[in-house]
C-alpha cells in the first residue's frame, strides 16, 4: 500500500508514469509467502494446477495437421508449442462483442485457437492464418521497451505479411466478420 501511495505521488509531482505494482495472488497453502515475494513472482510463478486438454480434431478442421504442415514447411520443424482448440466461453451471453481468434502462451508453450474456426464457414486458408500468426509470436518475442510492450512489432508484421494465405485470409476476414458476432441462437 505504501508502495501504491508513494507510485501516486510521484506521478503527479514529476509527471512520469510510476513503477509497475503487481498484485499477486493470494498463496496457495503449499507454498510459503517466500515463494511468492518481490517480482520473483513474475519470473518463477508456479504453474497451473488445471490441466489443459489437447483437442486438435475438429468437425471440420484438423488444427493439428494445419500446425504440422506449417511448421514443417515454413519453420524447418522448430517450432516447440502444443496446438488445441480452446474453450467456449459464457454461454448465457446474448451476443459476442469481440473474439480473439487464437492466443500464444510462451509459459506453457500452447497455441489455443477458438472453437468458432471449426465451421463449414470458415475456409482453410484463414485457419492456417490465424494458426500461422499464433507460430509467429514463439519466433518473434515481444520487444519490452521504456513504457510499453510490443507483440506485433515491425519484424512480426514483415514476417506474417509474407506468407502466402495473408492477403486472401485479410479479404475474408473483413468481408466475414460478422458471422462470428450473430446471434448464437439464429442458425
Not at 99 to 119: A, C, K, M, N, V
Amino acid at each position: 500500500m505504501k508502495q501504491l501511495i508513494k507510485n501516486i505521488f510521484s506521478f503527479f509531482r514529476k509527471k512520469q508514469k510510476p513503477t509497475p505494482i503487481y498484485y499477486l495472488p493470494t498463496p496457495k497453502p503449499e507454498l510459503s509467502s517466500e515463494d511468492w515475494s518481490g517480482d520473483d513472482y513474475l519470473f518463477n510463478k508456479p504453474l497451473s494446477s488445471r490441466k489443459t486438454i489437447i483437442r486438435t480434431k475438429g468437425k471440420v478442421h484438423n488444427i493439428k495437421k494445419i500446425f504440422d504442415r506449417l511448421n514443417k514447411e515454413h519453420f524447418e520443424g522448430k517450432i516447440k508449442a502444443k496446438i488445441t482448440y480452446g474453450r467456449y466461453g459464457c454461454r448465457n451471453v446474448k451476443r459476442r462483442r469481440r473474439i480473439t481468434f487464437g492466443t500464444y502462451s510462451s509459459s506453457e508453450l500452447l497455441i489455443r485457437i477458438h472453437p468458432t474456426l471449426d465451421s463449414k464457414e470458415v475456409p482453410e486458408c484463414f485457419v492456417e492464418h490465424v494458426i500461422h500468426h499464433e507460430i509467429l509470436h514463439e519466433v518473434f518475442p515481444p520487444i519490452h521497451g521504456a513504457y510499453r510492450r510490443q507483440v506485433h512489432h515491425y519484424d512480426f508484421r514483415v514476417a506474417e505479411a509474407a506468407t502466402p494465405t495473408y492477403k486472401e485470409a485479410m479479404k475474408w476476414e473483413r468481408e466475414n466478420l460478422k458471422i462470428f458476432f450473430r446471434d448464437p441462437k439464429i442458425k
